[in-house]
């Protein structure tokens, strides 16, 4: 095998609002909880059924955070990828271990699916990388014109 990838893709909702804080580097961080549920139908009781998953969610690019702060909240449909990564700590002496979805800078895109207003479904992107780094507004689309003649 000549490589690896780590990338989660997730679409869900927001279990809480955004929790931002800031870092002692004078950075910021965002921690977001995203839910992503499955439904069936029971075929013994033809009930409807719906197992839910969650998620835990680390935004560090300074641009996506202010995004998130001033358009997301609890129920927000959203699009992320990012990467796994697992930490550990220490309480009580007792070693602990999380998993969670990282979007840094270049390796990391989020797409709103709400609409800033959550009234409507027209999808805002927002991506994390040198092209949004630049600019704090969602990325500029380029309409193609039609000038291929087949």
Known sequence: MAGSLNKVMLIGNLGNDPDIRSMQNGGKVCNLSIATSESWKDKNTNERKEKTEWHRVVVFQEGLIGVIEKYLKKGSKVFIEGQLETRSWEQDGVKKYTTEIVLKAFNGTMTMLDGKDNSNGGGQS????????????APVHDDFEDDIPF
């Open 126 to 137: 927002q991506s994390q990388g040198q092209s949004y780094a630049q600019k704090d507004s």
